[in-house]
């Protein structure tokens, strides 16, 4: 494989195309059918998408439950079965004041449990639940603790309340916008979504899939490692290069001092990635390796 090829691209998705789709000009462009990104967004909505191509497809959980940010649009006194533009209405209530939003909302900070949306790509029973729902089947899903860190309101202008929002990894921004609308006593849904960041890769660094350019909007290992808080990156003595590439047992001399914490550390030889191991109790295991580029 050309390893030219093979890297992270910032995509910005826009509205009205699955995230699926949105990767059809980068595979067209690169020739690849090991392309994918590491976390969905919505048809309706926008923003960053983390895409990975070619051989470090295989980095993708490294990425899945990386912090996110977006900027979103929730309008009270209506409720679709999706929780989006796209949705039939099955619920309206009133229209809640000013006080009654900033009482709400101070609700919705920190831990707290939420239930994914009935219209969600989670599987059940070896099936997405959207699947389900499609055919009308009573959908028990168990809610499941995230993190909201920051919770800001940016404007309401009733009946849409705009909110700048950052959160942990697997949490639903269109499952927010029931919950803050059953606790007002109403009921809402998303109009508007945009991801603005995942992790420390952000939306004004992306490229629009028209606009993808093999030549410059491929990062390399390199460059987008370092970014990633999970890992911590060390370079290999020369000498013991060929030893990581063949698979030999991992011993501490390969590495140059001592790797102090335990957890995940990418190997590197220059400036290119090597292998992921694992440090667990002075004991090294190999969790990928990706040989010489």
């Given at each position: 494989m050309n390893n030219k090829k093979s890297g992270l691209v910032l995509l910005h998705k826009p509205e009205g195309?699955?995230?699926?789709?949105?990767?059809?000009?980068?595979?067209?462009?690169?020739?690849?059918?090991?392309?994918?990104?590491?976390?969905?967004?919505?048809?309706?909505?926008?923003?960053?998408?983390?895409?990975?191509?070619?051989?470090?497809?295989?980095?993708?959980?490294?990425f899945v439950h990386l912090n996110k940010e977006y900027v979103t649009r929730i309008r009270f006194g209506i409720q679709t079965d999706t929780l989006d533009p796209?949705?039939?209405?099955v619920k309206e209530g009133h229209i809640p004041d000013p006080e009654s939003i900033d009482r709400v909302l101070s609700h919705f900070t920190g831990?707290?449990?939420?239930?994914?949306?009935?219209?969600?790509?989670?599987?059940?029973?070896?099936?997405?639940?959207?699947?389900?729902?499609?055919?009308?089947?009573?959908?028990?899903?168990?809610?499941?603790?995230?993190?909201?860190?920051?919770?800001?309101?940016?404007?309401?202008?009733?009946p849409d309340l705009t909110l700048y929002i950052r959160c942990s990894g697997g949490t639903y921004i269109r499952a927010l916008a029931r919950d803050i609308g059953n606790a007002a006593g109403s009921c809402a849904y998303l109009t508007h979504l945009t991801r603005t960041k995942v992790g420390n890769f952000n939306l004004s660094n992306a490229v629009l899939p028209l606009k993808f350019d093999p030549e410059k909007d491929i990062i390399f290992p390199g460059a987008f490692i370092p970014l990633?808080?999970?890992?911590?990156?060390?370079?290999?003595?020369?000498?013991?290069?060929?030893?990581?590439?063949?698979?030999?047992?991992?011993?501490?001399?390969?590495?140059?001092?001592?790797?102090?914490?335990?957890?995940?550390?990418a190997i590197f030889k220059d400036i290119s990635l090597i292998a992921l191991i694992e440090k667990t109790e002075n004991k090294y295991a190999y969790r990928m390796v990706f040989g010489s580029s």
């Open positions: 195309v699955t995230s699926f789709h949105a990767l059809d000009e980068i595979k067209k462009r690169l020739q690849l059918k090991k392309v994918g990104h590491t976390g969905t967004l919505d048809k309706f909505a926008s923003g960053l998408l983390l895409v990975l191509t070619g051989k470090y497809t295989r980095l993708t959980p490294l796209e949705g039939k209405v831990e707290i449990e939420q239930a994914p949306p009935r219209f969600s790509a989670i599987h059940l029973d070896g099936e997405r639940v959207y699947k389900k729902a499609l055919r009308g089947e009573t959908i028990r899903l168990p809610e499941r603790k995230v993190t909201i860190f920051i919770l800001k309101q940016l404007s309401y202008e009733p990633l808080d999970n890992l911590k990156v060390i370079h290999i003595r020369e000498d013991y290069y060929s030893e990581i590439i063949k698979g030999a047992s991992l011993q501490k001399i390969f590495f140059p001092g001592d790797l102090e914490e335990d957890g995940t550390y």
